[in-house]
């Protein structure tokens, strides 16, 4: 194992320990509130006043936990495609020296084989470039743009049944005009298609 994968698999044992640190906090977080409803319906109030403490410091901890634990899985996707790209250049060496010698002795089934493998071996680097380019622009946690997870948190919202903003609602009125686009498009095409039928 190369210090790159271990570095990987350090870094995926991390961000898993992180997420379950998380889980902890977010456990003890509700025990802290249980208690602090029950001190409250007790009416004691200094004592409901630390549980809220408590409470409030265990969603802390657990936001602070689960921040780090994206951060670190980015960096994990980082280094995944390192690993990956890093394979994807052995092969692509070692084609290159099978294309030399199959050119040396002008054997055109060798250096058809060869460039059956080089091709695949080219689609394996643009799926691995691809891939990078997606974990660089869109895996980093610090970098989610806030519409994405203002539109998240109303898709959610939405499904609990609980009210948001209105200007989040606002925010999803375009994609109900494109589907109605959409559907007049494929009407239009089924009137093309059945008049091609006929």
């Known amino acids: 194992m190369s210090g790159l994968e271990k570095a990987l698999f350090n870094l995926k044992f991390t961000a898993k320990q992180l ?66 790209m890093r394979q994807v250049t052995g092969s692509m060496a070692n084609v290159v020296r099978g294309m030399d010698s199959a050119m040396k002795a002008m054997d055109l089934e060798k250096i058809s084989n060869v ?25 980093t946690a610090v970098g989610t743009p806030q519409d994405d997870v203002d539109k998240l948190m109303s898709q959610v919202a939405d499904e609990a049944g609980v009210e948001l903003q209105t200007e989040m609602r606002n925010a999803e009125a375009p994609v109900k005009v494109a589907a109605g686009a959409n559907e007049i498009e494929e009407e239009g095409l089924g009137e093309r298609l059945r008049a091609l039928r006929n």
């Open 19 to 84: 997420n379950r640190q998380a889980a902890k906090a977010g456990k003890d977080e509700t025990a802290e509130k249980n208690k602090l409803k029950k001190a409250i319906q007790q009416n004691h109030g200094d004592i409901a006043k630390i549980y809220a403490q408590n409470a409030i410091r265990k969603q802390n901890e657990k936001l602070n936990l689960l921040r780090l634990a994206s951060r670190i899985d980015a960096v994990s996707s980082r280094v995944q495609t390192a690993v990956t």
């Open 115 to 139: 460039m059956d493998k080089f091709e695949t071996q080219f689609e394996d680097l643009d799926v691995a470039t691809g891939y990078y380019e997606n974990a660089t622009s869109q895996a």
